[in-house]
């Protein structure tokens, strides 16, 4: 591998061949192919340089590298027309998701919908929450009872025969893009179900597939790395590894279920199979892939075996192939992990979209505490991504929420971090005094201290309390800063229509004894029979919301990512600038303003008097006189187009 250029001939020879088939049977034109021919000459270099960076130069990796390019070819070969169409679309416009009527929605395809063919007959009710992007959550082939939601994949290539196919799934992904809709799937790539083919070769002592995974015969190697490894399901299991079999001597890695067996990424071969999985997938019509649990990918003994530059590399390896053979796709990053972490993962590069963990888990922060200023300093602060890159602005997804904020960022605002976590998981669990959530404590770890916290957005923020409109607020103000703050929001559908905990999750044989299940509810038919009756908890929020998005739509200044902190000088509230064109193209600012107590707060004239007198208050269409200050009623949040 150490001739760059002779690997590169070697696997655009492949290619070429791959192409000239392909022309020749007139699956696609020959200015395709050239294009096709110009991604590669532009990419495939570059990925050279990060194989031999993260798996070195001998033989064997040149020849899987070599065999690559000619895998690039045959996938791309296999792209629809439709897709290729989408491809020449996006490369036009590659950051189409930083547009300001993007609108993201995620859901179970069983618990929302039953099955594909359900789902797809609730495409008009995506159409009429205005979606543009449509997360489902996993739903490949996995083992039988627990299989972490679909997060234990025994094959890629199929679709949990209970929901439907591959080929609906690929048909929905069309429909869904004829609708404006771009659909997102799971790439679940640090492991596999322990049922995965793979897997089994493993556990029968097949090397070639012993070698996907990290097992080993004793005890020795697993002790040592668990001397610097999280224990991040410790309810399931203590430490990373567990027996291959029962009664079996050897222990494979499994970061997260024992049935979750952690793919071997250190194997060269593991990148060169999963990236055929992913072109799959990608080829399926997935316009974005979820890159899941991306942190845990690669392991080196003596370190956590969270984020380590390998990780990126894997990633960025991963990107290139995309670029070359299937273009329109982009990557979310599913990093959970320190804010300074999360950010590396996040460029054009490498993962185009990620999470914004730290603002949602600040939002929550300062619901519970009332108080902006950790919020205020994060969006200020940590906010701006390298461009042609954005946020994924959620309220709370499918997980637990983790209180993910910097220890040195609470520091400075004299906020101990270890107390002020009990203090968050104390007060949403319903533990603390007067609180208003509902939630449910989640992998408590009795040796760390550490927990986090489930529930759904309506039940965590107090609308089943005796003071259920402050909760309604609270729902419509936290998706309203999603909204604002740049990047594309995405609704954990259900909770548009205020949906509480389930309350039966513990009686799943299954799932019982985990409790983000508690937030993962059947579709609510009662909820969505009354979404236009705003005498109810779930008519007044997903009109609330309706009226947001609406809104959101119209203001020019949303587009992009452009954001300038803004200090309200009081603790209670929240604001931040969004600097861009009116809609008469003139340069202006969209002040927005939250106040995340249960008190009114005002904006002084003086904290306003750098802008001009007149503003337009966009929410409501009233002009204000900033000279008179702004004053927000408890849990309220204006959009102020200044200048
Ligand atoms: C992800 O989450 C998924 O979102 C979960 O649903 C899965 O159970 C898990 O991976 C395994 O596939 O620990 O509590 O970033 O926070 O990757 C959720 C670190 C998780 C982890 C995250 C993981």
Known sequence: LNNTTAVVEAAKAGALQHLEALVAAGTVQEPEALDFLRRFDLHYPALIDLVRRTYGSDGHVASVMVDLGAALARSWGERSADLRALDRRRSDAPDWFLARDQLGGVCYVDRWAGNLAGLRERIPYLEELGLTYLHLMPAFAVPDGNNDGGYAVSSYRHVDPRVGTMEELAELS???????????????????????????????????YQNYYWIYPDRQMPDAFERTTREIFPDDHPGSFTPVAPGDPRWVWTTFHDFQWDLNWTNPEVLAAMAGEMLFLANQGAEVLRFDAVAFLWKE????????????????????????????????????????????????DECQISYNPLQMALTWEALATRKGVLLNDAIAERHGLPPGTAWVNYVRSHDDIGWTFSDEDAARRGIDGYHHRRFLNDFYTGRFPDSFADGVAFQYNPKTGDARVCGTTASLAGTTTDHPSDGVDRVLLAHGIAMSTGGLPLLYLGDELAQTNDPDWRLDPANGNDSRWAHRPYFPETGYAQRTDSTTVPGRVFQGLKHLLTVRE??????????????????????????????????????????????????????????????????????????????LPSHSMVWLRVY
């Not at 404006?180 to 897997?199: K, M, P, Q, R």
């Not at 990633?315 to 990093?335: D, G, H, W, Y």
């Not at 861009?580 to 193209?585: A, C, N, Q, S, T």
């Open 554 to 631: 119209q203001v020019t200044e949303f587009d992009g990512a452009d954001l300038i902190g803004f200090d309200p000088r009081n603790e209670h509230l929240v604001g931040y600038q969004r600097p861009g064109l009116d809609p008469e193209g003139w340069p202006s600012v969209v002040l927005c303003l939250a106040n995340v107590d249960d008190h009114p707060h005002r904006v002084e004239a003086l904290t306003l008097s750098g802008f001009e007198r007149e503003a337009v208050s966009l929410l409501d269409d009233k002009i204000l006189d900033l000279a008179q200050g702004v004053d």
């Open 174 to 208: 069309g429909d869904l893009r004829e609708r404006g809709i771009s659909l997102v799937v799971d790439f679940v790539l640090n492991h596999t179900a322990n049922d995965h083919e793979w897997a089994k070769a493993a556990r029968a002592g097949d090397p070639k």
């Open 301 to 348: 003994l003596g370190t956590s075996c969270e984020s380590l530059p390998q990780a990126h590399w894997i990633v960025q390896m991963l990107n290139r192939v995309c670029r070359i053979a299937a273009p329109a796709t982009i990557f979310k990053s599913e990093a959970i992990v320190h804010p300074d972490e999360v950010v590396q993962y996040i460029h054009p």
